[in-house]
């Protein structure tokens, strides 16, 4: 059964960094695509970045782009989002998620399976 469990939100001041955890079990880990996500209530969920198998292309939305890092450890089953410069418009629940070809992709609708999210919260 795969299983994705998100870890390493918090509260930060507005410049500061955070990174945050993805472990996964129950898949083969190297061969899905990896993505994070991430909500504000009240908003669609929208796309943050993604990792194709085995890390051999990223992809970031404009809004985080040279701010955010997606990386992978596959001897840990672990995807990882360091997170520096953070900006208030950053809050939001931030997901974790998995897709079994391996492509990668920034639609929602390609991803099998979803953590059930960390908070993260950047004040002034």
């Known amino acids: 059964q795969v299983q994705l469990v998100e870890s390493g939100g918090g509260l930060v001041q507005a410049g500061g960094s955070l990174r945050l955890s993805c472990a996964a079990s129950?898949?083969?880990?190297?061969?899905?695509?990896m993505a994070w996500f991430r909500q504000t209530p009240g908003k669609e969920r929208e796309f943050v970045a993604t990792?194709?198998?085995?890390?051999?292309?990223?992809d970031y939305a404009d809004s985080v782009k040279g701010r955010f890092t997606i990386s992978r450890d596959s001897a840990k089953n672990t995807v990882y989002l360091q997170m520096n410069s953070l900006r208030p418009e950053d809050t939001a629940a931030y997901y974790c998620?998995?897709?079994?070809?391996?492509?990668?992709?920034?639609?929602?609708?390609?991803?099998?399976?979803w953590g059930q999210g960390t908070q993260v919260t950047v004040s002034s």
């Open positions: 129950g898949l083969a880990f190297s061969t899905y695509a």
């Open positions: 998620a998995a897709e079994r070809y391996g492509m990668g992709s920034r639609s929602m609708e390609t991803y099998q399976y």
């Open positions: 990792s194709t198998w085995r890390g051999t292309n990223l």
